[in-house]
């Protein structure tokens, strides 16, 4: 797939809700911005797990 954005924030939460597995072959600055949202998600994850049943919460 060849897509463009001017926000790549934007593309990076598109590209994190597709439920299939893609390779960001340029910009870096983006293959960054996904490693860092990646590391963000899985914080989150880490965090959910060590607690018992759902936890919702946006701040």
Do not use: H, I
């Not at 463009?4 to 960001?24: C, E, H, K, P």
């Not at 910009?27 to 996904?34: A, I, W």
Request: proline share 3%.
């Amino acid at each position: 797939m060849l897509c463009g954005t001017g926000q790549l924030d934007s593309l990076v939460y598109w590209l994190m809700a597709l439920d299939v597995d893609f390779d960001v072959l340029e910009p870096p600055v983006l293959k960054e911005r996904l490693r860092r949202a990646s590391e963000r998600v899985g914080r989150r994850l880490d965090r959910a797990t060590q607690t018992s049943g759902f936890l919702y919460s946006l701040r």
